[in-house]
């Protein structure tokens, strides 16, 4: 986590912060997709072999999850931090506008119509990406309002 404290907030201007975050979130979701398609391709794979295995969305959840959610509300804490006095609306808006490519990219997940095995594994997917899009802006949120400091 200390390697990333680098891509944390710098200032308390909502539209530079959600921008930064919006990159980062960007990275993050690139990542943690060509991870989710390669493990769930995999595994598709050992079962059409007729090795009954079931899809690991538990795994993925631990592995991705997890983390996202940790480092949006760490992201959001720094943000809190930065302001004058905690303010719910200012980190509500700010985790809205770093989830920018979160929001685009489950557009184009659903424009695009996947078919067959491929398409298990994409609507697995956005399934993942839907609650990362729902509970990410809120744990940044969060984050924003627990200003209490370390140590």
Known sequence: MVKLTKYFPKTDNILIEGGRLALFNM??????????????WLVDRIRSFGIPIPLPVWLLMLLIGIPYFVI??????????RLKRPNFFKGLTMGLIGQMPGFLLYY???????????GEIIKIISIILRTFILVAPIMATLGSLDIKKDG
């Open 27 to 40: 990275g993050m979701l690139t990542v943690g997709g060509i991870f989710s398609y390669a493990l769930l």
């Open 72 to 81: 949006w509300f760490q992201y959001g804490r720094v943000f809190g931090l």
């Open 108 to 118: 184009l997940i659903v424009k695009l119509k996947f078919e067959g095995a491929v």
